[in-house]
């Protein structure tokens, strides 16, 4: 899903630094999440009415958040030989079966709830 020359780029730094001892699956995923808490933190208790203003407000930051989400899902994704472009298709076929537009149109019902 990233331009070749980005994941390239990413997985050099990783390798001058020797980070490839840290990174099992396992602290990759443990990592993913504690990034997506801490992308989580900027929005916590905030009213709907507030996104806009913390979006403004921390913008910088939550790109960080988020590029640091991408970033380790990327190295997840190499080291386990994952095509994130695959296997989003595949899950878009799942969904399209589990959420069917005639059921799921509209409504936020987890798919074995639909009527």
């Known amino acids: 899903m990233l331009p070749k020359e980005l994941m390239d780029e990413l997985l050099m730094f ?40 913390i979006l403004l407000n921390n913008r910088e930051e939550i ?5 640091d989400i991408a970033i380790l899902l990327a190295y997840l994704c190499n080291d386990l030989n994952v095509s994130l472009t695959d296997a989003i298709r595949r899950k878009i076929a799942i969904n399209n079966v589990k959420y069917p537009v005639d059921k799921a149109k509209g409504v936020s019902t987890k798919y074995d709830r639909l009527k």
């Open 14 to 53: 990783r390798r001058e630094r020797d980070w490839e001892q840290f990174h099992s699956s396992k602290n990759l995923s443990v990592s993913i999440c504690i990034e997506a808490a801490e992308l989580l933190e900027h929005f916590q208790w905030a009213k709907d009415s507030e996104l806009e203003d």
């Open 63 to 67: 790109e960080s958040e988020i590029a």
